[in-house]
């Protein structure tokens, strides 16, 4: 199942894939242009640690934004920040793709990364999902999954994303495709449909922010938050009410001698 034109669908999938997902304001409307046919993913890193979406969706002053589709935080959370072609590949050659012209072909993913520091667990199983989600949606395997410097390396001299091993890289993500296509294949299309369904809506019940209940309230929350929040304030409830109950006990002691 090939894809042509703008990936309209890449929020949805990554969700579907459990990821955490912001979807960057106006994302639908930014691009440099249409895609062609979608061949697959470059993977990057930004070349800083705590580089944020804004500056992947809005560029840098030598290079216009959006200069990928997706930004990867070191937590894991994933920033949807375009929907049509950004420039992130730039020269190169792989085969597949044509020469030079990887940007109208590409999906790219900047992890937040100064590619020396390493790859903490929650952002490496990140970029494995963003990749799978992505690579099955379009109906191929991990082997169009590439690091920017396979691409742009002889050219360029890139060497992003530094530290991750592209061919173990490709193996996880291959790994991931074909549990869920096992786990998939046992099931019918109905039971496949209802269990995807069931996971957007438990996605989207744990990230929703709802408003409170609260009169008068303007909060919002989302469930996880609004119980973590409930436990926070019965801790403190609990700490009050021991603090009064040794304050009662000791006028008790007072009055009790007192009245002796």
């Given at each position: 199942?090939?894809?042509?034109?703008?990936?309209?669908?890449?929020?949805?999938?990554?969700?579907g894939?459990?990821?955490?997902?912001?979807?960057?304001?106006?994302?639908?409307?930014?691009?440099?242009?249409?895609?062609?046919?979608?061949?697959?993913?470059?993977?990057?890193?930004?070349?800083?640690?705590?580089?944020?979406?804004s500056?992947?969706?809005?560029?840098?002053?030598?290079l216009?934004?959006?200069?990928?589709?997706?930004?990867?935080?070191?937590?894991?959370?994933?920033?949807?920040?375009?929907?049509?072609?950004?420039?992130?590949?730039?020269?190169?050659?792989?085969?597949?793709?044509?020469?030079?012209?990887?940007?109208?072909?590409?999906?790219?993913?900047?992890?937040?990364?100064?590619?020396?520091?390493?790859?903490?667990?929650?952002?490496?199983?990140?970029?494995?999902?963003?990749?799978?989600?992505?690579?099955r949606?379009?109906?191929?395997?991990?082997?169009r999954?590439?690091?920017?410097?396979?691409?742009?390396?002889?050219?360029?001299?890139?060497?992003?994303?530094?530290?991750?091993?592209?061919?173990?890289?490709?193996?996880?993500?291959?790994?991931?495709?074909?549990?869920?296509?096992?786990?998939?294949?046992?099931?019918?299309?109905?039971?496949?449909?209802?269990?995807?369904?069931?996971?957007?809506?438990?996605?989207?019940?744990?990230?929703?922010?709802?408003?409170?209940?609260?009169?008068?309230?303007?909060?919002?929350?989302?469930?996880?938050?609004?119980?973590?929040?409930?436990?926070?304030?019965?801790?403190?409830?609990?700490?009050?009410?021991?603090?009064?109950?040794?304050?009662?006990?000791?006028?008790?002691e007072?009055?009790?001698?007192?009245?002796?």
């Amino acid at each position: 199942m090939s894809w042509s034109g703008d990936p309209v669908w890449l929020a949805d999938v990554l969700r579907g894939e459990g990821l955490r997902v912001v979807e960057f304001p106006d994302w639908q409307e930014r691009g440099h242009g249409d895609f062609g046919n979608i061949w697959g993913v470059v993977c990057h890193h930004t070349g800083g640690s705590n580089t944020p979406p804004s500056e992947i969706a809005y560029g840098i002053p030598s290079l216009d934004g959006p200069l990928s589709q997706l930004h990867l935080a070191r937590d894991g959370t994933v920033t949807v920040v375009a929907l049509g072609v950004a420039w992130h590949a730039g020269a190169g050659a792989w085969p597949g793709l044509p020469e030079d012209n990887a940007n109208w072909h590409t999906i790219g993913i900047e992890a937040a990364n100064n590619g020396t520091e390493g790859w903490s667990p929650a952002q490496y199983d990140a970029y494995v999902r963003c990749c799978s989600a992505i690579i099955r949606r379009l109906g191929y395997s991990a082997d169009r999954v590439i690091g920017h410097k396979e691409w742009a390396g002889p050219k360029q001299g890139k060497w992003d994303p530094g530290g991750l091993d592209m061919d173990r890289f490709r193996a996880d993500i291959q790994r991931r495709l074909d549990t869920q296509e096992n786990l998939m294949a046992a099931l019918s299309e109905t039971e496949q449909r209802e269990l995807l369904d069931a996971v957007r809506r438990m996605h989207f019940e744990l990230t929703y922010p709802f408003e409170s209940r609260v009169a008068d309230s303007r909060n919002r929350d989302t469930m996880a938050g609004y119980v973590l929040n409930s436990d926070a304030a019965d801790y403190r409830n609990e700490q009050r009410l021991r603090a009064l109950e040794v304050k009662v006990d000791r006028i008790l002691e007072v009055l009790g001698k007192a009245a002796a």
